[in-house]
């Protein structure tokens, strides 16, 4: 079967991209360009169908409701930026010779990034099973980024831009430092590098996972039970993570999807039922301020704190905290 | 019951039969990591076998043994049966994006076009002879007809390198349009596709000077030549054309509209032209006699072909 995806890619590659990069003489990006309109696509899908999804979740059991709701609209503008692929398409541009010099240099050394599938030829064929096991393997590396985030002092203040929002709702997920996004970039590259990551093969899997993360975010009265919530992470558990008590560099629940990595490294915490979101300690322009002004006051938080902050020790949230 | 048994076996094996005589075509889905087998005779995908990430090009082995797929994502080349599109071993390999073995059959040159880095294999042993970090987007390759120097086209920086294979050194590297992709050689010259442009450049192997531009539409990606050397074939991805030069005098014979970013070409026994159009998961099967263009349905990002009924 065609896929609509990738036939709308087709069309906007071939209508308005490759007739833009050939008139301004960067054909060289042609190719990168294709795989963005596809990323574009499947983007532009994910934010429509979380948007058909979500908007009624948190409309029908709002855990919050807000006599206006401004602050979310930058969280708007900062999905659009992401999921449609803007910011990854600069971050991969940015960072393109850099990669190649890395797999060069490294391939010269005679490293080839290993795949699961070579190291477990019996995977192959077995698409899904194989992209679980990536999406396990993704999503552990995840908790690690995400925990060192709040370990170090300069890192958690870019990441607290993040945490700032008093009025998380499902458009929160991607409300991140630009420079947070490009460290989360440099992670995942090396990761892939380590295990040979597929890039678009499994387009729709990808957005199951991605709504799930928007999902995590809602304003919504949503749990999955005693077993579900051990098994998946939902609104509910993933609302402590950003609750004004666990803001911080001490926190809890740091899982994205899965919340086996907590409860494996003791950072799980069932315990709290639908608290209020935000980061006290942030100053206003990180909670309500325009996408720039949060930029900036994430800037100058990291500079203040990149004078003291160093290593902390790795510290879960015990229940309770 | 019987009777319906029988003419079952037999209408199965009727078309089957017609399968076998017009042959596979083995399509490299690069966008979903996918071989698509499809069955010449009726247009129909047989199967699709899965591969690793990134499949782009594809060689037949001198000894027409084994079909190498290159699988640039996972670092992997493929050997498949040419006759049944089935994968018989995988080897290692860093990054191969194009491929092609000198006419000698002694080399295999791979590119690596994410790599910055041109291979050359011993074709016998498959042992890497040597490594050349070449800048940037080493993309197409061809070679002299005695085997004596291996062409690359260097994407990134317009420029068409010339391995000497005898001494495993670069000759030199030259200037020879924007974007330059698909490379050829032909009446003892290099043809390069320019693909920031609109028409291939004339160069001499001996220095990498541009002789004349010829212009074919822009875009210019690949050229072929026809099994019978009379008609060169060059598609244009960004105008969405085709177009027939004569191999000579490389006058316009006719131009045919492919949509979809036209890129590899490969010849059927019946004269047909199986294109690979990459944006919109299909390969056009081209009439070059009536113009007439039949469209069947692939992978993602159909990028290289190979037709095991196909003409060479």
């Known amino acids: 079967m065609t896929d609509p995806f990738s036939l709308a890619a087709g069309w906007l590659h071939e209508t308005l991209l490759l007739p833009a990069l050939y008139a301004v003489g960067a054909m060289e990006w042609e190719e990168i360009a294709f795989g963005w309109a596809l990323f574009a696509c499947y983007g532009l899908a994910q934010v429509a169908v979380t948007f058909a999804i979500c908007l009624p979740l948190e409309r029908w059991r709002p855990v919050e409701r807000w006599p206006d709701q401004k602050a979310v609209w930058v969280d708007v503008f900062y999905t659009v930026l992401s999921r449609v692929g803007v910011l990854p398409l600069v971050t991969f541009v940015l960072f393109y010779q850099l990669q190649v010099g890395l797999n060069g240099w490294l391939s010269d050394h005679g490293w080839i990034p290993p795949t699961l599938e070579r190291l477990a030829p019996a995977l192959l064929g077995h698409h899904l099973l194989t992209f679980f096991l990536y999406a396990v393997i993704l999503d552990l590396s995840e908790y690690w980024r995400h925990r060192l985030s709040h370990m170090f002092g300069w890192w958690w203040a870019l990441h607290s831009l993040h945490h700032a929002q008093r009025q998380m709702t499902f458009w929160s997920d991607d409300r991140n430092h630009v420079l947070d996004d490009l460290i989360g970039f440099v992670w995942f590259t090396a990761v892939a590098l380590l295990i040979g990551i597929p890039p678009m093969q499994f387009p729709l899997l990808v957005l199951l996972l991605r709504f799930l993360e928007s999902l995590s975010h809602a304003n919504a009265r949503l749990s999955y039970g005693w077993l579900g919530e051990r098994l998946l992470v939902s609104p509910r558990y993933h609302r402590s993570h950003h609750s004004v008590l666990a803001a911080g560099q001490r926190s809890a629940n740091y899982g994205a999807i899965l919340p086996w990595w907590d409860v494996l490294f003791g950072t799980a915490d069932f315990s709290r039922a639908y608290v209020r979101t935000g980061d006290p300690s942030a100053e206003e322009a990180l909670a309500t301020g325009s996408y720039f002004q949060q930029q900036w006051a994430g800037l100058r938080r990291m500079a203040r704190m990149a004078g003291w902050a160093g290593p902390r020790r790795a510290a879960g949230l015990k229940r309770g905290h | ?312």
Request: charged share 20%.
């Open chain 2, 1 to 312: 019951m019987r009777l319906v048994l029988a003419l079952f076996v037999l209408l199965t094996s009727a078309a089957w039969g017609t399968a076998q005589a017009g042959g596979i075509a083995i399509v490299l889905n690069s966008g979903d990591a996918s071989l698509s087998l499809i069955d010449m005779a009726h247009g129909t995908e047989l199967r699709r076998v899965p591969v690793l990430r990134e499949p782009h090009h594809v060689a037949l082995s001198p000894d027409g043994r084994e079909l190498l797929v290159g699988d640039a994502g996972a670092n992997e080349m493929l050997f498949l049966d040419p006759r049944t599109g089935e994968i018989k071993r995988r080897l290692p390999m860093a990054d191969p994006y194009h491929l092609a073995f000198s006419p000698d059959g002694k080399w295999l040159t791979v590119t690596g076009l994410a790599r910055n880095q041109v291979d050359v294999y011993d074709a016998a042993s498959m042992t890497l002879a040597k490594r050349f970090p070449l800048s940037s987007m080493p993309s197409h390759v061809a070679y002299a007809p005695d085997s004596s120097t291996a062409y690359v086209t260097l994407q990134g920086t317009n420029r068409l390198a010339a391995i000497d294979l005898r001494r495993l050194v670069v000759n030199w590297t030259a200037e020879v349009g924007a974007t330059p992709a698909g490379v050829l050689w032909l009446n003892g010259k290099l043809l390069v596709a320019n693909m920031g442009s609109d028409h291939f450049a004339v160069v001499d192997p001996v220095d990498g000077r541009v002789e004349t531009r010829v212009h074919t539409g822009r875009g210019a990606h690949q050229l072929f030549l026809s099994p019978d050397g009379k008609t060169l074939w060059v598609n244009n991805r960004v105008d969405g054309t085709t177009v027939a030069l004569d191999a000579k005098t490389y006058a316009l014979i006719r131009s045919y509209r492919v949509p979809g970013g036209p890129d590899c070409i490969d010849f059927a026994f019946d004269g047909k032209l199986w294109i690979t159009q990459r944006f919109i998961q299909k390969v056009a099967v081209l009439d070059p006699a009536t113009g007439a263009i039949q469209s069947l349905a692939v992978g993602r990002s159909p990028h290289g072909i190979f037709l095991t009924g196909g003409e060479r």
